[in-house]
């Protein structure tokens, strides 16, 4: 079974404040996603990365950044929190890397974690 | 730019009925796929159903089937004989045939069973 953990099931974090997200996966996978999910706007995505040290933006960059040091692991980096990012961010993976893009391989999703931010 | 639709925020359904969910999805691309991903409440994210554009046939999973309607850019879910347990958010999802591997989602369906 594919697993995806994250981090934190729930954070609260102050504005102004560096907050790093956490995700794993244990399936050799070479692409990792991040989304943020909101009441009444689905999934939005915020960065993704098909290899090691690779990273692409999404559609919702701004405010955020990420690191991939290693395959398994995709952080997800506020570098100084606003309460309009207060959400529930999903991470996600896939198999193949870009160039093999087109077999359609679905996504695995990680449990969520819902930040706070006050 | 690839957007989907989900016009449907909220629906019931009585168990053992069949209830289904409507999509639509804006696109230049000839060949995509499509797919339904189900979030019970405070459970992951799973894949319900893929279905590839160049394929006619639609796609059918145990109680779960779809509608794909190419030309009318359409995607909807049936939930046959629906239980309890498939009460869950509902998320409709586009992924291009090349290029990244990112899915466009819509804003998602809230199904309840009602028993």
């Known amino acids: 079974d594919v697993k995806v953990t994250q981090s934190s099931r729930y954070l609260v974090k102050r504005t102004g404040e560096k907050v790093f997200l956490e995700c794993v996966q244990d399936?050799?996978?070479?692409?990792m996603f991040w989304y943020r999910q909101d009441p009444g706007l689905g999934l939005r995505l915020i960065y993704f990365?098909?290899?090691?040290?690779?990273?692409e933006k999404g559609d919702i960059p701004e405010g955020y950044s990420v690191s991939r040091e290693k395959k398994e692991r995709f952080s997800l980096i506020l570098e100084s929190a606003s309460t309009n990012q207060t959400s529930m961010y999903l991470c996600?993976?896939?198999?193949?890397?870009?160039?093999?893009?087109?077999?359609?391989?679905?996504?695995?999703f990680g449990p969520g974690t819902r930040l706070t931010v006050t | 730019a690839q957007t989907v639709t989900q016009s449907q925020p909220e629906m019931s359904v009585q168990e053992a009925e069949t209830v289904t969910l409507s999509c639509t999805y804006d696109?230049?691309?000839?060949?995509?796929?499509l797919f339904w991903y189900k979030q019970p409440p405070s459970r992951q994210m799973i894949l319900v159903i893929r279905?590839?554009?160049?394929?006619?046939q639609n796609a059918t999973e145990n109680r779960f089937s779809v509608n794909f309607q190419k030309a009318a850019k359409s995607f909807s879910l049936k939930i046959s004989d629906s239980q309890l347990g498939d009460t869950a958010m509902y998320f409709c999802?586009?992924?291009?045939?090349?290029?990244?591997?990112?899915?466009?989602f819509g804003t998602g369906t809230r199904l309840t069973v009602i028993p």
């Open positions: 990365s098909y290899d090691v040290k690779m990273k």
């Open positions: 279905q590839e554009a160049y394929k006619q």
């Open positions: 399936m050799d996978h070479e692409n």
């Open positions: 996600a993976s896939s198999p193949l890397g870009r160039l093999l893009a087109g077999t359609g391989y679905e996504q695995y």
């Open positions: 999802a586009f992924m291009k045939h090349t290029g990244a591997n990112n899915l466009f």
């Open positions: 696109t230049s691309e000839n060949n995509y796929y």
